[in-house]
């Protein structure tokens, strides 16, 4: 059997929340619950695309350490998660400033549940 955390490229942390995503020049405030170097997962209340892995969206959000990231990636999966659709975004675009700062957030998050 297969695990599906096989795919992952690294390690994802539980996180609790608010993702802006800018789309096609509308806002959409998205609750995320968990977060890696290479993307976050976030929750939505519409079904307004399906996934090409194409498209490009604008997200931004603030760690709960501060640091504000601004990232553009694409949404690679869309799914139900415990009744809600939740859709994996893999980011595209990220600054080195926000690379580091949301290592250092995984990095310290995992060790704290350790």
């Known amino acids: 059997m297969t695990d599906s955390n096989e795919k992952r490229r690294g390690p994802r942390c539980p996180i609790d929340l608010f993702v802006e995503e800018s789309l096609d020049g509308e806002i959409y405030l998205h609750p995320a619950v968990d977060l890696s170097l290479h993307g976050i ?27 504000a990231i601004q990232a553009s990636g694409r949404i690679v999966e869309v799914h139900d998660h415990r009744g809600q659709r939740g859709m994996r975004v893999a980011f595209d675009e990220l600054s080195d400033t926000d690379t580091d700062a949301l290592r250092a957030f995984i990095d310290s998050t995992i060790e704290a549940a350790a």
Do not use: E, K, M, N
């Not at 209340?45 to 640091?67: C, E, K, N, W, Y």
């Open 41 to 67: 997962y976030i929750l939505s209340q519409d079904d307004r695309r399906a996934v090409d892995g194409t498209r490009s969206i604008s997200l931004s959000f603030t760690l709960p350490t501060g640091h």
